[in-house]
Every structure is written in C-alpha cells, then in structure tokens.
T-cell receptor, first 115, second 115 residues
Framework: DTAVSQTPKYLVTQMGNDKSIKCEQN?????MYWYKQDSKKFLKIMFS???????INETVPNRFSPKSPDKAHLNLHINSLELGDSAVYFC??????????????FGSGTQLSVL | AQTVTQSQPEMSVQEAETVTLSCTYD???????LFWYKQPPSRQMILVIR??????QNATENRFSVNFQKAAKSFSLKISDSQLGDTAMYFC????????????FGTGTRLKVLA
C-alpha cells in the first residue's frame, strides 16, 4: 500500500563504487523528485521529472544521473561515489504541477553512507 | 530567487503547552503555496498543514494552525496542546505554482516535547 516506496532504505558502500536507488509511486502522480538531506538536515532538491521529462536539474555533479522509465518510477544512479555523497536521499511525488491541492508525498528515504 | 528562513534551529516545549515555530520567506510572487512538513525520528516526511497565499484565512488542522502574514512574508506554525509524538524536525516550504513548480525548504526547526 505504500504510496512512494524507495529502495534500499540503507546503503553502505566504498568510495569509488557505483550505486542506484530506486523509487516507485503508485499514486498516479505526474511529477517525481529527488531531494538530498545532508547531515544538518538541510533538504535540497536535485531533480524533478514530469511525465518522464526532466524539468528541474539543480547544480548536481554529473556523477548523479536520474532515470525515469515511466511516470511511476524515478531512479537515481550515482557513479564514482565520494565521501561527500553520504546523506539521506528522498524520493517524492506530486499529483501534477498544476493541481490546486498540491503537496509532496515522500518516500521513507535512503541513507547512503560512503566509507 | 525564493528563499525560506527558519531562524530557530531548536525549540522545546512542555507537554500540553503551546509552541510557535517561525518561518519567513522572500518572494516577489503574489500567488504561491506554503507548507509545514514534519520529520519525526522515523525519517518519514509528513505534511502538517498547507496555506494558499491568495486565501486570507489562516489554515488549521486540529491542533496545528498557522499565522500567515502575507505582507510581512511570515508563516508561523502554532502547535497547541503539544504531545510527545510532536517531537520532530519541522520544515517550512514554499512553492510557486508556475514554471518548474519547485518546492524550497527551510533549514528546519528541531522541536522536542518534554514530558
């Protein structure tokens, strides 16, 4: 029944590795997001897709590559992981960019630890 | 560019008391949405309350209410009859319903409810 599910919940890996985080929403929403929450709890948007189209691409290293195979999925692939990539990554979705009852639905987060 | 400021990094309140969390924002837009999200220790982000800028009436949701001062660009959250389960990080967020529809979050206020 989970509305926005992301896997894995925890990811521990070595520097230099490549890893992916998956996200799926079963709400029928058009728009999906990736947010990064650092150790100080600051939430910063990374990417947003609307109907599989990239609409927000903040200043993020190109080691981060989002992929949206369909509007229900938005995966995040990270190449050559660095220590500074350690954070909690949240996937979120919203109904559409034009809905008047707009709000974000969040996944439970993926805590990435790079050693 | 829009910014959201939460000037109280940490607050505490006694159980059953009332507490107010501050949020200010900067925008030149006249139409926008404001939100308060709660992040308990479980990490899940939960919408607490939402306000549309064109509505003068302050939003309320049970024990949660806002004081929206559009001219002052202030959007504070009042929690009445605080409960232990209210212990969490609280994030204020702004969204402009045009362009990229990006949500911008404040840095958060850590609220601890004391027994």
């Amino acid at each position: 029944d989970t509305a926005v599910s992301q896997t894995p919940k925890y990811l521990v890996t070595q520097m230099g590795n490549d890893k992916s985080i998956k996200c799926e929403q079963n709400l029928g929403h058009d728009t999906m997001y990736w947010y990064k929450q650092d150790s100080k709890k600051f939430l910063k948007i990374m990417f947003s897709y609307n109907n599989k189209e990239l609409i927000i691409n903040e200043t993020v290293p190109n080691r981060f590559s989002p992929k949206s195979p369909d509007k229900a999925h938005l995966n995040l692939h990270i190449n050559s992981l660095e220590l500074g990539d350690s954070a909690v990554y949240f996937c979120a979705s919203s109904q559409s960019r034009r809905a008047t009852n707009e709000k974000l639905f969040f996944g439970s987060g993926t805590q990435l630890s790079v050693l | 560019a829009q910014t959201v400021t939460q000037s109280q990094p940490e607050m505490s309140v006694q159980e059953a008391e009332t507490v107010t969390l501050s949020c200010t924002y900067d925008t030149s837009e006249s139409n926008y949405y404001l939100f308060w999200y709660k992040q308990p220790p479980s990490r899940q982000m939960i919408l607490v309350i939402r306000q549309e800028a064109y509505k003068q009436q302050n939003a309320t949701e049970n024990r949660f209410s806002v004081n929206f001062q559009k001219a002052a660009k202030s959007f504070s959250l009042k929690i009445s009859d605080s409960q232990l389960g209210d212990t969490a990080m609280y994030f204020c967020a702004f969204m402009k319903p045009s362009g990229t529809y990006k949500y911008i979050f404040g840095t958060g206020t850590r609220l601890k409810v004391l027994a």
